[in-house]
């Protein structure tokens, strides 16, 4: 498996967890267990007063976000079996306009990261779902910031990565970012990208709108791509493979979020490279696949390398699914 460091193995299935230790409503604050992000809040609120503002706006301190009521009831949206075949064109049509309702944002790398000394001599790790549009937030500032994430993906009903997340944290709520090269570890989206910005920006401040657009527009991807990285497939393999999968992607790729999608819906840990316009790492991806186009999947659990969203669908699905299973693209 691979594991992120002190994954609990033998922990009961997220749906199993009483409720009173879920999270709280989408954006309503709870005080965590660890309250590990303190001083960096305090720091954040002198340095960036407008990402702080929207910090409290969006997690409660403040004004009450309508995605408080929506992300409740995210998985009433899920529906349909995830390994069953999806016509393309209505796929690549959802995600295209998904990624229209998001631009700018999680398509370059920024000057920040072009800025930088140095990138962080450990990959960061995320705990997120794809549908989730906090977690979008924080995968946005990823590619701004060209860094390299390793994803876990903690989808409804998710049977390893959730309960992770709630031994660490103490609420079973997403985002959580662990840094293993500074010790922080964190929820709270807003805060996870002021963090990341003061820490691996190089000076930078958070892009105006990164934040805040979150509320407009960041949960229109979620409805437009409905029930689509959301719940974990029953039929995922219950082990994760031995080594992290590896994705070049950035976020707001239209065939990059189908990929993602099931990455998410069979709980697969990955390498999230980010691969945005202007990357650093385009160079690497080049060097790999000959090309610079995203998506681009390494699986060196079984010498895969693969481009072309529709392929590395069907090759996740069939490999990592108990029952294999067909998704051709029509
Ligand atoms: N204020 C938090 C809100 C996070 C949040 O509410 N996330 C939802 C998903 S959108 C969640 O974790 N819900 C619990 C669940 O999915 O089980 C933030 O900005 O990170």
């Not at 079996?81 to 998001?102: H, K, Q």
């Not at 000057?111 to 705990?127: F, G, K, V």
């Not at 000076?203 to 974990?232: D, F």
């Not at 980010?274 to 000959?290: F, M």
Request: include cysteine.
């Amino acid at each position: 498996m691979a594991a992120a460091p002190g994954a609990l193995s033998g922990l009961p299935a997220a749906r199993r967890i009483p409720s009173s230790r879920q999270a709280p409503p989408c954006g309503a604050m709870a005080p965590s267990r660890k309250n590990l992000h303190g001083q960096q809040s305090a720091r954040s609120a002198r340095r960036s007063g407008h990402v702080v503002r929207a910090a409290e706006s969006n997690s409660g301190g403040g004004g009450q976000s309508w995605l408080q009521v929506l992300c409740p009831f995210l998985k009433m949206f899920s529906g349909g079996d995830p390994a069953e075949a999806r016509p393309r064109w209505l796929e690549v049509t959802t995600s295209g306009l998904a990624s229209i309702t998001r631009m700018p944002y999680g398509t370059s790398a920024g000057d920040a990261s072009r800025n930088r000394a140095s990138d962080p001599a450990q990959p960061l790790q995320l705990y997120e779902f794809e549908a989730c549009p906090f977690c979008r937030r924080v995968r946005e500032a990823v590619t701004d910031l060209d860094l390299t994430v390793d994803v876990y993906p903690c989808p409804k009903d998710a049977i390893r990565n959730r309960a992770e997340v709630l031994s660490r944290g103490g609420k079973s709520m997403f985002p959580y970012l662990i840094d293993p090269n500074t010790g922080k570890e964190m929820y709270e989206s807003a805060e996870i990208v002021q963090y990341l910005y003061d820490t691996y920006g190089a000076g930078a401040q958070v892009p105006e709108g990164l934040v805040n657009s979150t509320l407009r527009t960041g949960w229109m991807p979620t409805l437009l791509r409905i029930g689509r990285g959301l719940v974990r497939y029953e039929n995922a393999e219950r082990e994760a493979p031995e080594k992290l999968l590896e994705l070049y992607n950035y976020e707001n790729n239209q065939f990059a979020r189908l990929v993602r999608e099931a990455l998410c819906e069979l709980e697969l840990p990955y390498r999230l490279i980010s691969a945005g316009k202007g990357s650093k790492n385009r160079n690497k991806l080049e060097e790999e696949s000959g090309k610079t186009t995203v998506p681009y999947l390494v699986d060196p659990n079984k010498g895969v390398k693969m481009a072309e969203s529709d392929q590395i669908v069907d090759y996740l699905f069939k490999n990592y699914s108990r029952q294999p299973v067909g998704q051709s693209a029509s």
